[in-house]
């Protein structure tokens, strides 16, 4: 069964920082592209960042300089390390992972709410 956990989500003032994680199980964790979407309320979900164990990686625009995707292969864990948070960036994340190798599955976490507000 394939499970990702996601954690650290909360309420953060703007110019603060959160870190999220998701670690994964059920999967081999190298055959797949690991990420954050997020998705505010009346808006479709975007991807925020994902990254490949090769350090492959995307990222959005706006989060560019503020946020930082890394991922720790022997703890089969991805984490969102998200710096001078704006109120724009409240929405909830999702941990997501993309099967790119030996399939095309596709999973997703059950979201974690991140809350910028003075």
């Known amino acids: 069964q394939v499970q990702l956990v996601e954690s650290g989500g909360g309420m953060v003032q703007p110019g603060g920082s959160l870190r999220l994680s998701c670690v994964a199980s059920g999967i081999t964790y190298t055959y797949y592209r690991m990420g954050w979407y997020r998705q505010a309320p009346g808006k479709q979900r975007e991807l925020v960042a994902d990254?490949?164990?090769?350090?492959?990686?995307d990222m959005l625009d706006s989060v560019k300089g503020r946020f930082t995707i890394w991922r720790d292969d022997y703890k089969n864990t991805v984490y969102l390390e998200m710096n001078n948070v704006k109120p724009e960036d409240t929405a909830v994340y999702y941990c997501?992972?993309?099967?790119?190798?030996?399939?095309?599955?596709?999973?997703w976490g059950q979201g974690t709410q991140v809350v910028v507000s003075s």
């Open positions: 997501n992972a993309r099967q790119f190798y030996l399939g095309s599955a596709v999973y």
């Open positions: 990254l490949t164990s090769g350090n492959e990686s």
